[in-house]
């Protein structure tokens, strides 16, 4: 006869099935989250599936899109562009964030150049095109008129120029947010770090390349994948300054993919194509956070 008593679970086995108090602070978070991101990031995969022009309703063609994307060479025009604008801004972006940073620490003038480095980002992108469109048009911009055209972009009908001022736009917009980033690495170094490498005969300049540096390689690493992120997602510049001209010069991806959503009204193709940048994108996010754990 089985005398034993039935098991009872004691106060630790039964709080391992509690919620934690602080989910319930982070619950309408979650729920914000669910509706607006994970939602609307469904309701992309499932159009994704569809050949749909937005009007009539939409019919299913299963992977249809997806096959297309590889078959073509729009996409692989404006992949390559979006590598060579990637490739243009990402040294810039992040060596002269470093650089700049840098050269500010302890000056006098730190806190206004940062402030004044910092404010394009603040102004509007239809603003900023703006004052860019009017100082840089090739015909009739403040820079052609005062110059006689002698210095004069021509990106109005030059493929190469028009992506230097896209990739130098982009570089102006958000230099000062980088160099904030770095600046904050920068006091986050112990001063004891850089009296010892100054005691030991290291000059200024080694004191910045070989332990400065070294030290500031995680925020470097996080701001090589801000810019390629940036890179993956222009749009709003090209939009307003070349409508990826001249001759599809400046057709990066996320201009590829408005002109086949709300061009040709090709819905469907373009919820692929969103799928296939936010792939692109995970894959440089998982680059990064390889990365990180190296430095670690």
Do not use: C
Request: net charge positive.
């Amino acid at each position: 006869m089985n005398t034993s008593r039935p098991r009872l679970e004691t106060p630790a086995r039964v709080a391992r099935f509690r919620l934690n108090p602080g989910w319930w602070g982070a619950l309408p978070s979650l729920a914000l989250l669910a509706v607006f991101v994970l939602y609307p990031l469904v309701q992309v995969f499932q159009i994704s599936t569809l050949k749909w022009d937005g009007v009539v309703p939409g019919a299913g063609i299963g992977l249809g899109n997806y096959a297309n994307l590889l078959r073509d060479p729009d996409l692989g025009r404006s992949l390559v562009t979006t590598l060579i604008f990637a490739a243009m801004t990402l040294p810039l972006f992040v060596g002269l964030a470093a650089l700049v940073a840098i050269e500010l620490e302890g000056t006098r003038l730190e806190r206004v150049v940062k402030a004044a480095l910092f404010l394009p980002g603040l102004w509007t992108i239809g603003a900023s095109a703006i004052g860019w469109y009017t100082l840089y048009a090739p015909d009739y911009g403040v820079i052609a008129t005062l110059t006689g055209g002698a210095v004069a972009l021509p990106w109005g009908d030059q493929a190469w120029a028009a992506l230097v001022l896209i990739a130098a736009f982009t570089i102006w917009q958000h230099l000062g947010y980088a160099v904030l980033v770095v600046s904050a690495a920068l006091k986050g170094i112990p001063s004891e770090v850089l009296e010892a490498a100054r005691v030991d005969g290291a000059s200024e300049s080694q004191l910045r390349w070989l332990v400065i540096v070294p030290l500031l390689r995680p925020s470097l690493i996080f701001l090589g994948v801000i810019g390629s992120l940036y890179a993956l997602q222009s749009y709003t510049a090209v939009f307003l300054l070349t409508r990826g001209g001249p001759f599809g010069s400046t057709r990066v991806l996320g201009y590829f993919l408005y002109e086949t959503a709300f061009e040709k009204f090709e819905f469907g193709y373009g919820a692929a194509l969103s799928v296939f940048i936010l792939m692109v994108a995970f894959t440089f996010a998982a680059l990064q956070a390889r990365a990180l754990r190296s430095d670690q």
